[in-house]
């Protein structure tokens, strides 16, 4: 006898048992199908439903889930940008002039790696904020699918899921780090770069090479598969510096440091803070430290600092104020990179520009 003298008759209930696990497996062999279908074919569906959605519900994201869809989508927005590199077809523009005068470059690589990495976050995460250098144009979305594998050497790594809530997430995307050199076919500073920030701290960050298929990764308080050099050149460093938004950047280097410093001119964000690692790829350059002076913009940088600061480094303005990656897109206060340095004795050393007239 049930509470409140209803009766339930026994085949009534197996009727209703039946008929919930009906509906169970149909929702579960639709969603089965779709993962099949897809990694069966090792590419991704031109659109429909396989997998959930990572955070269908706006509640919380996995950290480690992020990790691993930030780590594919730079990998897949860098097999584009090496397509159109090697088709010799970059439909080059100009997206306007910089603060200091310099053509603001875009290509087809810069396009169709953005479409591959938004749509990919953006399907596998739809509730978080996802800020990218280039403009998403909604009427040629894409529905592309993770698989929810998280690949061996971030479970390794990272051995449990860290949730935080989706709206304290900012993710920055950067589909072409380099997009001038990328035009001068200087291949080996260009990058694609994914940041994830938590209330606007760096938290993880992708620095992938298309052109070598090296990926640098790393999580505050999570793991990486990139470390430091085992030392550093803390007097007399090597520098890296942007080769073309240099603004006064050699002389506050020299000024700073003395003649003999050596300067080492190079493209892109990503690949500058690669230089201050311990990176396999032959085709890497290394230095002690990273400078830049001139105006630069969040999604260049946050990949970077996410790293350096995971492994235990140092990105900040050059009056060492910590970046927030939420708000504004850029920075005004140029940037000091640093790795197992003194961070802040590097800071106080520093000219003051406003005062120098340097920036
Ligand atoms: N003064 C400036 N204004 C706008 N963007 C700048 C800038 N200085 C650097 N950047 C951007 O920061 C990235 C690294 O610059 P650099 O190679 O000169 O060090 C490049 O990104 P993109 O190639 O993604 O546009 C570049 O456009
Ligand atoms: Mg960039």
Redesign the pocket.
Known sequence: MAPMGIRLSPLGVAVFCLLGLGVLYHLYSGFLAGRISLFGLGGEPAGGAAGPPAAADGGAVDLREMLAVSVLAAVRGGNEVRRVRESNVLHEKSKGK???GAD?KMTSGDVLSNRKMFYLLKTAFPSVQINT?EHVDAADQEVILWDHKIPDDILKEVTTPKEVPAESVTVWI?P?????EYTEDLRKYVTTMVCVAVNGKPVLGVIHKPFSEYTAWAMVDGGSNVKARSSYNEKTPRIVV????SGMVKQVALQTFGNQTTIIPA???GY?VLALLDVPDKSQEKADLYI?V????KW?ICAGNAILKALGGHMTTLSGEEISYTGSDGIEGGLLASIRMNHQALVRKLPDLEKTGHK
């Not at 942007?242 to 938004?245: D, G, I, K, L, T």
């Open positions: 910089t603060r200091e603001d250098e950067d072409l780090d380099a997009t001038q942007s080769r073309s938004h493209g892109g964000a500058k830049h001139t105006y630069i913009k260049d």
